[in-house]
Every structure is written in C-alpha cells, then in structure tokens.
C-alpha cells in the first residue's frame, strides 16, 4: 500500500538534545511538507521541499532543521535551540496540483 | 493578513441531526479551500476541496461545502450525523492547487451524541 511513514509514534527526548523525526513516503510524490499541530491551533507550517536537495522555511522554522536528499524521505531535526518543542508532528506530500496526503504524525515529548 | 477562523471550538450534535462546521477566511488571492478531518492521534485525511467553478462541492463520508465569496465562508455541511464522524475538522486556505502550503483554522471538535 502506497502511504506516508513516520516513526517513531512516540518520542521521548531531555531537554537540550536534538531528536530527528522521520517522514518516508512511496507515493513517488515531488512536494513534501511538515506541520507542527498544538491544542487549539491548528497546524503551523514548519518546512517544505518541493523538489529533491531543496527546501524552504514556513512560518515557524526556527530551531529545527531539514534535509531532502532522496525523494522519498524528508526528516525533520528537532534541535535544542527550539523552545517549546513539546508537539504532535505531521508529515505529508503531494503531487505537484493536488492536495496534501498527511502520514500519522509523531507525538514528540520533551522533558 | 491571511487566516482562518473557525469559530466553534466544540460542537455535539445528536447521531442522525444535521451538521454544519463553520468556517471563514482572509485571504488576499482567490482562495483554494479544503476540509479536512482527523481522528485523535492520526494523520488528516482530506473531506472536500473547492478551487472554482460550482459553489457546492460534494465530498467523501456525505460532507458537502458551499463556497461564498460575499461572506468569505466556506461551511461544512452533512445532513444526517454517524457515531463515526466524532473527530476534529479543520478549514484550510491555499493559494494554488498544489495544497501545501496551507493556512489552517484552530479545527472544531465534534461530539455525537447517540
């Protein structure tokens, strides 16, 4: 089944070191994209590549980091300079001209 | 500045009343308009969408939506409500077909009541 990975489900991590999260799609699609969602606000656009070894900054990219070296994957650095990194994340892709396809998130605990 | 606001932050409805979510926006281009929903602790699955043409769009699980450029609204609609669709909804505005770079609402939480 074609779909969108991310692992771990849960992660628990200490304050001050860096965690990277994995999005891993078999949908051969161009665009990938991750989302930050919080209680009560929705989801906020972290970082986005729309095409292999490019990327760009969404609204709130500091403090984390991005690579996109293969189509198919798009991980997500969450590093210690991000202040409030207690969240449930959100990966997802799409075609060029069509809507998103999210994966099941990774809910991201830091203590 | 661009947004979108869904003003309802919870709602219960009766299994088998009537459904409407509420939905506006601000945005500067002509908006690309999605709904989504998602169950606790899952991705977001996409309901419907609406890029032109008819303001009625039809979508998957019986929602419906109708686009009005007046008001700058884009209401989710399902006539009869199933246990099955207790989840949070969320309104997103685009600014092309692409999707991705999406402006969301805060979503609203629905509850059905047997």
């Known amino acids: 089944d074609g779909g969108i990975t991310q692992s771990p489900k849960y992660l628990f991590r200490k304050e001050g070191q860096n965690v990277t999260l994995s999005c891993e799609q078999n949908?051969?699609?161009?665009?990938m994209y991750w989302y930050r969602q919080d209680p009560g606000q929705g989801l906020r656009l972290i970082y986005y590549s729309q095409i292999v070894n490019d990327f760009q900054k969404g609204d709130i990219a500091e403090g984390y980091s991005v690579s996109r070296e293969k189509k198919e994957s798009f991980p997500l650095t969450v590093t210690s300079a991000q202040k409030n990194p207690t969240a449930f994340y959100l990966c997802?892709?799409?075609?060029?001209?069509?809507?998103?396809?999210f994966g099941n998130g990774t809910r991201l605990t830091v203590t | 500045a661009q947004s979108v606001t869904q003003p309802d932050i919870h709602i219960t409805v009766s299994e088998g009343a009537s459904l409407e979510l509420r939905c506006n926006y601000s945005?500067?281009?002509?908006?690309?308009l999605f709904w989504y929903v998602q169950s606790p602790g899952q991705g977001l699955q996409l309901l419907l969408k609406?890029?032109?043409?008819?303001?009625l769009v039809q979508g998957i699980k019986g929602f419906e939506a109708e686009f009005k450029r007046s008001q700058s609204s884009f209401n989710l609609r399902k006539p009869s409500v199933h246990w099955s669709d207790a989840a949070e909804y969320f309104c997103?505005?685009?600014?092309?077909?692409?999707?991705?770079?999406?402006?969301f609402g805060q979503g609203t939480e629905l509850s059905v009541k047997p």
């Open positions: 997802a892709s799409s075609p060029v001209d069509s809507p998103l396809h």
């Open positions: 609406y890029f032109s043409g008819d303001t």
């Open positions: 945005y500067g281009a002509t908006p690309y």
């Open positions: 949908l051969n699609h161009d665009a």
């Open positions: 997103a505005v685009g600014a092309d077909n692409q999707g991705g770079k999406l402006i």
